[in-house]
T-cell receptor, first 113, second 116 residues
């Protein structure tokens, strides 16, 4: 069974600093996809970044980047120059061919002014 | 562009009552799914569908029914609500690509259900 683990229930960071959220997963598949979703207080789920397992290059989207370590089954999210609007729940998610996307328990990030 | 639309956004039920959460998408996505979100547990997959007429169970299907008569709609039915079904429910959809489903999930705004 595919599982996703986020070991940090809560984190905080000062505005303009950098923070890294951790995620590990377990699968016997070789081809899969990893995602980070953000859920602000509005409750809307917003895609932050995605990574295809067959790509060795780490994905980057503006201030958001990932450190994908396939052998270690690790997929961490780095947020640079943190902004107050980054305050949210962050979910790591994993998906294989069947469309069955599995989520971690989430990390609540607070950006402090 | 409406995307994924869920109704109602809030609902209070008494134990034993039935109700249907509606979900519609206008992006012509083949894949649709329902998740429930509970504190400390992330999102858990209830049921999903890869096309009209096809549905399958996810991680936590008990107490819920679904059907997919059209590409656009994917309602979730609670036949006899229980307090354990108090949760926030999300409908989500995506494209599927034969052999390699890479699509991100597009989510509705969620429906908060309270069962007393």
């Amino acid at each position: 069974a595919q599982t996703v683990t986020q070991s940090q229930p809560e984190m905080s960071v000062q505005e303009a600093e950098t923070v890294t959220l951790s995620c590990t997963y377990d699968t016997s598949e070789n081809n899969y996809y990893l995602f980070w979703y953000k859920q602000p207080p509005s409750r809307q789920m917003i895609l932050v970044i995605r990574q295809e397992a067959y790509k060795q290059q780490n994905a980057t989207e503006n201030r958001f980047s990932v450190n994908f370590q396939k052998a270690a089954k690790s997929f961490s999210l780095k947020i640079s120059d943190s902004q107050l609007g980054d305050t949210a729940m962050y979910f790591c998610a994993f998906k294989i061919r069947t469309n069955d996307m599995r989520f971690g328990a989430g990390t609540r990030l607070t950006v402090k002014p | 562009n409406a995307g994924v639309t869920q109704t109602p956004k809030f609902q209070v039920l008494k134990t034993g009552q039935s109700m249907t959460l509606q979900c519609a998408q206008d992006m012509n996505h083949e894949y649709m799914s329902w998740y429930r979100q509970d504190p400390g547990m992330g999102l858990r997959l209830i049921h999903y569908s890869v096309g009209a007429g096809i549905t399958d169970q996810g991680e936590v299907p008990n107490g819920y029914n679904v059907s997919r008569s059209t590409t656009e709609d994917f309602p979730l039915r609670l036949l006899s609500a229980a307090p354990s079904q108090t949760s926030v429910y999300f409908c989500a959809s995506s494209y599927t690509t034969s052999g390699a489903n890479t699509g991100e999930l597009f989510f509705g705004e969620g429906s908060r259900l309270t069962v007393l």
